[in-house]
């Protein structure tokens, strides 16, 4: 079965300390991983794929196939951080394999 | 560019009736994906379409029905309306669907069946 599990429905964290929100996949094959963001009033918008191993906004994911894992991660949270988190998958080669998959989301609360 | 549009932003309809959401893609894509998230959950696919026609479906009956224009733009048709359907319907376009580009999403536009 395909399927993007987040463990976690809330997470508060204080400005300055670092974050971790966890993300594990179940795929029969080999995917491709994201990390979307949803701030407050706006709309999803992408934030980081695996195969692009880029660090935005101080955020970071490493993709472990050992463990199916796709953690995204920030060394010193900042309150700007604060938003809606999904990560999603898809199949690679394009074509029919190319729907994303996501997980049910992690709300990230950075407090003062 | 405006990205990726969707009209319009709130309805509300009575269980049994049917409703047309409409999208137009970002400038430059052809594919568009649309994508039903009910509170609290992650979006889940519906279908996705392409040159016109439905290329993908997802776990969804046949209530949900689409179509895509010459100029690329979507609709998404939903018959006899359950309080179920209630939730926000995302659009998505991207570049190719036989390439994995990214996907733009819209707004969505929240749905209230009463």
């Known amino acids: 079965a395909q399927r993007v599990t987040q463990p976690e429905k809330l997470l508060s964290v204080f400005k300055g300390a670092p974050v971790e929100l966890k993300c594990n996949y179940s795929y029969s094959g080999s995917p491709e991983l994201f990390w979307y963001v949803q701030y407050s009033r706006q709309r999803l918008q992408l934030l980081l794929r695996?195969?692009s191993r880029e660090s935005i906004k101080g955020f970071t994911a490493d993709l472990n196939k050992g463990e199916t894992s796709f953690h995204l991660k920030k060394p010193f949270a900042q309150e700007e951080d604060s938003a809606m988190y999904y990560c999603a998958l898809r199949g690679r080669g394009g074509g029919a394999t190319n729907k994303l998959i996501f997980g049910t989301g992690t709300l990230l609360a950075v407090q003062p | 560019d405006a990205g990726v549009t969707q009209s319009p932003t709130h309805l509300i309809k009575t269980r049994g009736q049917q409703v047309t959401l409409r999208c137009s893609p970002k400038?430059?894509?052809?594919?568009v994906s649309w994508y039903q998230q009910a509170l609290g959950q992650g979006p889940q696919f519906i279908f996705q379409y392409y040159e016109e026609e439905e290329r993908q479906r997802g776990n969804f009956p046949d209530r949900f029905s689409g179509h895509q224009f010459p100029n690329y733009s979507s609709e998404l048709n939903v018959n006899a309306l359950l309080l179920g359907d209630s939730a926000l319907y995302l659009c998505a376009s991207s570049p190719d669907l036989t390439k994995n580009y990214g996907y733009t999403f819209g707004s969505g536009t929240r749905l209230t069946v009463v």
């Open positions: 695996h195969i």
């Open positions: 400038s430059g894509h052809d594919t």
